[in-house]
């Protein structure tokens, strides 16, 4: 085992102790996919599976990250502890994480039962990156009861939140037409719980009933199903904030009684395993040992002395690329 392996090796020992610099070190390494962070991902993966992975999805400006902030105040009144991954939109400058979310989150920084960290998209349109995925991954490891990942919330690629967590919590807000665009980005079915937040502005029963016709018309759940309930808060007060709670630990134990729960995970794996898969031929594809032939590959397509499709499949399958067959295009 190099020294490199082993340092990483002590991080993920002290933060299965509860040690918090050394999860946030552990994290940072792989969010910069520092030399030698593949190896403890398989670690990470034996040491996990027990959190609870909770999304928490919706438009811009519904106020996911103050509904966070409650929901995480809830759950600890509870005894439990609570990481919250936010994900933060990536700076143009930077290509870090704005760090909005942290700075709504201030009223936790002296609670070690929670744990706060902001992410950037990195380019990422589907509200997740890889590196918040490799996130949840320490999260869970370290024993976290509750790992919140709070999307960016940019519309239709939103639906990647469900190939990572357990329970999707959508929220819409009243007077924006949420409900309109949750069916034009299919949110309406992913979601296991629809939270109207800011209740207390006007509409906000209007909104609800909206979403509940709308769930109405999907047709009633299968037997033994999940009714999905629609549920109204007001996260400065924290109306309706137990209730949330509650549903989430109600749809843990439906998930765990029906089967759903495995079912889900297997789901999630098979959704881990097609990422890692894309990006390792996209690195291996943009690495400097195949530059010169996928240029050449690339010039031969553009002359249509080849096609696109031979071609990818020649460079995936790390096959050698077809000679261009002058033939049949004459």
Do not use: C
Request: no cysteine; charged share 20%.
């Amino acid at each position: 085992m190099s020294a490199t392996d082993e340092r990483y090796q002590r991080l993920l020992a002290r933060a299965r102790e509860g040690e918090v610099p050394a999860t946030s070190q552990l994290i940072s390494a792989l969010e910069s996919r520092r030399a030698g962070t593949e190896a403890i991902l398989g670690d990470l993966h034996r040491a996990g599976g027990h959190a609870e992975i909770v999304g928490i999805t919706g438009s811009p400006g519904s106020g996911k990250s103050t509904l966070v902030s409650a929901l995480a105040r809830e759950l600890r009144g509870r005894g439990e502890t609570v990481a919250i991954v936010a994900v933060d939109p990536s700076s143009a400058l930077s290509g870090g994480a704005i760090l909005g979310d942290r700075i709504r989150m201030q009223d936790h920084v002296l609670d070690v039962g929670i744990f706060v960290r902001s992410m950037s998209t990195r380019g990422s349109l589907g509200g997740v990156s890889r590196a918040t995925v490799d996130a949840v991954a320490v999260l869970d490891a370290a024993g976290w009861d509750h790992v919140i990942v709070e999307t960016v919330g940019v519309g239709q690629a939103e639906v990647e939140i469900m190939r990572i967590a357990h329970t999707t919590v959508v929220v819409s807000v009243p007077g924006a037409g949420d409900d309109v665009q949750a069916i034009k980005a299919g949110l309406m079915e992913i979601a296991d719980l629809h939270v109207v937040n800011k209740a207390d502005r006007p509409d906000a029963n209007k909104t609800a009933a909206e979403l509940l016709a709308m769930l109405t018309l999907a047709g009633p759940p299968a037997a033994g199903g999940w009714a999905v309930p629609v549920l109204s808060t007001a996260s400065l007060d924290g109306t309706g904030i137990l209730e949330l709670a509650d549903a989430l630990a109600a749809h843990l134990a439906w998930m765990t009684a029906s089967g759903e729960r495995e079912r889900r995970e297997l789901k999630m794996a098979a959704a881990r395993i097609h990422s890692i898969a894309r990006d390792l031929i996209v690195e291996r594809l943009a690495g400097p040992s195949a530059g010169a032939a996928v240029d050449q590959v690339v010039r031969d397509v553009a002359a249509r002395r080849l096609d696109p499709h031979s071609a990818a499949r020649a460079l995936v399958d790390n096959h050698p690329v077809p000679e261009p067959q002058l033939e049949k295009i004459a």
